[in-house]
């Protein structure tokens, strides 16, 4: 593990691995991978599945590629440069997709749309986010909402939504987006103001 990219990778490992071992994604599916950096996560959690990732970076994805031996597998172009705000596979016939992994530097919102609306979906998934929003809205007072929406506040006008981040803005937002789907389990930690989080969902 390179180290660089992440900070405490192990917390990382752990919230994945609590609802991984909750629920197992089955074999032949796919993981969703943007922001894939190293491949570090992936070549350590989604290694018996079908991986497409994706980074801005080059160097990244050549590293990506290191990582991930069996990604030749996936099928060509399963591992690329791409802007993830959009989705990067458009143009692929991806088998479904059982996890997806939204390791963002600040905004894992945008990519998680764009997956959700275009992606081939098994009807029970995982996801998981790295959000640092609530850094932008104490350091700069500006922040974008997980529909999209650029916002800005003075910090005392952000103070409540800071406070109630992830269980009375993001969630509700989340199961509202993602209905007729539900949330079946779900876990969070901080890191200061960053947030971690993820949840398994369930259609029917
Ligand atoms: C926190 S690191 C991800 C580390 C990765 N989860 C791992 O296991 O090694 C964030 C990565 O997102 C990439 N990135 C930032 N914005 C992006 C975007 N819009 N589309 C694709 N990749 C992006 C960066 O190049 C960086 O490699």
């Known amino acids: 593990v390179s ?4 900070v405490e990778f192990h917390r990382k490992v752990l919230m994945r691995q609590h609802l991984l071992r909750h629920w197992r994604p089955p074999l032949n599916t796919a993981a969703y991978v943007p922001f894939i950096g190293d491949a570090d ?15 801005l970076d080059p160097d990244r994805i050549e590293a990506a590629g290191r990582a991930l031996p069996n990604i030749a597998a996936a099928g060509a172009g399963a591992l690329r440069v791409a802007d993830c705000d959009s989705w ?9 997709f059982s996890v997806a992994d939204f390791d963002a530097y600040a905004e894992p919102y945008a990519a998680f749309r764009s997956f959700w609306g275009h992606a081939p979906k098994h009807d ?7 959000d640092g ?11 974008t909402a997980p529909d999209g929406t650029r916002l800005e506040a003075e910090t ?26 539900r949330v079946v389990d779900r876990f969070r930690y901080l ?10 969902v369930e259609l029917g």
């Open 124 to 130: 029970r998934l995982v996801l998981f986010f790295t």
């Open 88 to 96: 990067p596979f458009a143009d692929l016939q991806p088998p479904k």
């Open 41 to 55: 996560l992936a070549a350590y959690l989604y290694g018996d599945l079908w991986v497409y990732g994706a980074d």
């Open 156 to 181: 005392e006008q952000a103070r409540p939504i800071f406070n109630a981040y992830l269980s009375q803005y993001i969630w509700p937002w989340f199961e509202h987006f993602i209905a007729p789907w």
């Open 3 to 6: 180290g660089k990219q992440h």
């Open 191 to 200: 890191r200061g103001w960053m947030v971690y989080w993820g949840a398994v």
């Open 133 to 143: 929003q609530r850094q932008s809205m104490m350091r700069v007072g500006k922040w």
